[in-house]
């Protein structure tokens, strides 16, 4: 009897160590990338979520690239925010680091790419804001140095 004990403590053990280091079922609170109902979701958070809600949603839509397209007009709605945010809850950045919510949707509009560049002029020609000009300035600028545009047909 003693010697089945420390077989069994020690499978005990070793399951112990597999469930704590997640090789079991993993819960997953983001949608899939790419996936429609994530991004709707997400378009949905730009429009009535906290500032700091609304940067993480820039930051995830920015990553899903031209996929997030339904999202131009939600993320250029917010160019002119100047909320700072705190990057460090949902990417890597520096601690320092303070951007604010606009500069993070301009940073996400970067990332979508061509699709966005005529939103982006219509920011720039029409919005009183001096900030979400800025943004929409760097924006276009980011995508033309990228080379996302492609060529002119």
Same mark, same amino acid.
């Given at each position: 009897?003693?010697?089945?004990?420390?077989?069994?403590?020690?499978?005990?053990?070793?399951?112990?160590?597999?469930?704590?280091?997640?090789?079991?079922?993993r819960r997953t609170?983001?949608? $899939?990338?790419?996936?429609?109902?994530?991004?709707?979701?997400?378009?949905?958070?730009?429009?009535?979520?906290?500032?700091?809600?609304?940067?993480?949603?820039?930051?995830?839509?920015?990553?899903?690239?031209?996929?997030?397209?339904?999202?131009?007009?939600?993320?250029?709605?917010?160019?002119?925010?100047?909320?700072?945010?705190?990057?460090?809850?949902?990417?890597?950045?520096?601690?320092?680091?303070?951007? $604010?919510?606009?500069?993070?949707?301009?940073?996400?509009?970067?990332q979508i790419g $061509?699709?966005?560049?005529?939103?982006?002029?219509?920011?720039?020609?029409?919005?009183?804001?001096?900030?979400?000009?800025?943004?929409?300035?760097?924006?276009?600028?980011?995508?033309?140095?990228?080379?996302?545009?492609?060529?002119?047909?």
């Open positions: 009897m003693r010697k089945t004990t420390p077989g069994i403590a020690a499978l005990a053990i070793i399951a112990g160590i597999f469930l704590l280091c997640g090789f079991g079922a609170d983001s949608p $899939r990338a790419g996936s429609l109902t994530g991004i709707s979701h997400y378009v949905a958070v730009l429009k009535s979520g906290s500032a700091q809600q609304k940067a993480e949603a820039a930051y995830w839509l920015g990553r899903q690239r031209a996929s997030a397209v339904e999202a131009i007009t939600s993320l250029a709605a917010v160019l002119g925010d100047t909320t700072q945010i705190d990057p460090t809850q949902y990417r890597l950045a520096a601690r320092d680091e303070k951007p $604010r919510l606009g500069e993070e949707a301009a940073v996400a509009l970067a $061509r699709p966005a560049i005529d939103p982006l002029i219509r920011v720039l020609k029409t919005s009183p804001s001096a900030e979400a000009r800025k943004n929409a300035a760097w924006a276009l600028g980011a995508i033309h140095d990228t080379g996302s545009t492609g060529s002119a047909a």
